[in-house]
């Protein structure tokens, strides 16, 4: 049996690659492709590992429902007993639906509508992460609309450098998120004079694939060091403290020795006692456990270049083209003897950029026949699109061992079910 650092709840076993003790061709084989597969018993299980590492310290865990959105996922995160950070009225909508309790639900974003917080309130959510003054007040509109008073944390940006893409850095001052220290130190007083906002603390999201601790510290170091200034002005306790997500996964074979428990280990010293920690981990829980097939339709050489082309293309993962993200691609079934060749891997999308490997080499791959594409549990579907009229490809889950159809392949009829062609 072999394993992989980039799969969790995956492994290849005979040759053939395996989704619990399930040959994931059989599921392929039912569901069609391309198809998402997660292992929800793998996602269970890291969300523990999570947990375990955060016991020392009172603290929330609020999984970044952005990450992926899947109501099997979301179901299989509130069993397990994880609280959610949505960014939409649409990601609430699905918490909610999946069984999310809602005291134990955060609701970020930086562009949040009257109808997001009024949702938000409607719920009885625990908090919202706020991002400006504007907000703030528009938040406190909402609440005394409703008679009811709304927690808030203020998000702050600390301008550190997270060392990531610059496309998942968040943390910088250039950045739309957050309010730099200088500038929420000028509002302080004014968000707190709001009489239906409670100003229940501070919180920063960093950036994404993040693996080492440094940033955090330097970041809870200059919120620690904010609050103090401005607690002259602040009506409320300081409760919450929330340091965002952004724990990276590995991606390929280089096994990675950052986790929870090295950013526990490395802020727990710092915090003050009485706060409550928020985190929002989203790729951490759910990246690896994921995997999305598809089938070989045509293997086509053009000058001198061989391009394994599937039935997934960049409306269905948008990461390579997006980000160049490095994802691992092997065939589902390996035959010994059968040659390792390099292929430009890519999708029936009419763009160049539906490409998801260069010149990657793999075991030679025949027509129909299955490969993975790994590591797309996270920002896989949830960013997918119907490009091309293209429909939404299926999802299927592994729980307790036995598998299922979690999301049946969007129909054509479904495509075009909201559009109005003509005068009526
Ligand atoms: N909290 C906030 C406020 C966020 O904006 C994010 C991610 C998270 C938590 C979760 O971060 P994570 O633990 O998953 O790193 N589409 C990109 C990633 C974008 C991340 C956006 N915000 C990708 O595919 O790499």
Redesign the pocket.
């Known amino acids: 049996m072999e394993r992989f650092p980039f799969a969790d709840g995956f492994h290849d076993a005979d040759d053939a690659l395996h989704c619990g003790g399930i040959p994931v061709a059989d599921i392929a084989a039912d569901c069609g492709t391309p198809l998402y597969l997660y292992n929800l018993d793998a996602i269970a299980a890291r969300y523990r590992s999570y947990e375990d590492a955060f016991t020392e310290v009172e603290h929330l865990t609020c999984y970044?429902v952005?990450?992926n959105a899947s109501l099997a996922v979301l179901r299989a995160l509130a069993r397990a007993g994880s609280g959610f950070?949505v960014?939409s009225r649409g990601e609430l909508y699905r918490a909610l639906r999946a069984g999310a309790d809602p005291s134990r639900v955060t609701m970020?974003g930086v562009g949040k509508t009257r109808q997001d917080i009024d949702d938000g309130l409607a719920a009885g959510i625990l908090l919202f992460?706020a991002e400006s003054v504007e907000e703030c007040v528009r938040i406190d509109e909402v609440a005394r609309n409703r008679g009811v008073v709304a927690t808030v944390v203020l998000r702050i940006n600390p301008d550190v450098d997270a060392h990531t893409?610059p496309?998942?850095a968040?943390g910088l001052a250039e950045h739309k998120f957050g309010l730099s220290a200088a500038d929420a130190e000028a509002a302080i007083a004014r968000i707190a004079s709001l009489e239906h906002v409670r100003l229940a603390g501070f919180g920063m999201?960093l950036?994404?694939?993040l693996f080492d601790a440094g940033p955090w510290v330097e970041g809870v170091r200059t919120l620690l060091a904010f609050i103090e200034r401005v607690r002259p002005s602040l009506r409320h306790p300081v409760t919450h403290l929330n340091i965002?997500?952004?724990?990276?996964v590995p991606y390929g074979d280089a096994p990675v020795d950052f986790g929870p428990g090295a950013l526990v280990a490395a802020i727990a010293p710092l915090l003050p006692r009485g706060v409550r920690l928020l985190s929002?981990?989203?790729?951490?829980l759910v990246a690896n456990a994921g995997v999305l097939l598809a089938r070989a339709e045509y293997i086509k050489r053009n000058n001198q270049r061989s391009f394994l082309i599937l039935d997934a293309g960049m409306n269905d993962l948008i990461?390579p083209a997006?980000?160049e993200?490095y994802h691992e691609i092997r065939p589902v079934q390996l035959h010994p003897g059968r040659a390792i060749v390099p292929y430009d891997v890519v999708g029936p999308v009419c763009e160049s950029g539906d490409t998801f490997a260069v010149q990657r080499r793999m075991q030679e791959v025949r027509e129909g026949e299955l490969v993975a594409i790994f590591s797309a549990g996270?920002?896989g579907s949830s960013?997918s699109s119907t490009y091309n009229s293209r429909p939404l490809a299926a999802e299927a889950v592994l729980e307790n061992g036995a598998w299922r159809l979690a999301r049946a392949r969007q129909t054509l009829e479904q495509l075009t079910e909201n559009e109005h062609p003509a005068q009526e």
């Not at 965002?244 to 990276?248: D, K, L, M, S």
């Not at 929002?280 to 951490?284: D, K, N, Q, Y």
């Open positions: 970044a952005k990450a950070d960014n970020t992460n893409h496309y998942i968040t999201h950036g994404s694939m965002g997500g952004g724990i990276g929002e981990p989203g790729r951490f990461r997006l980000y993200a996270a920002y960013m």
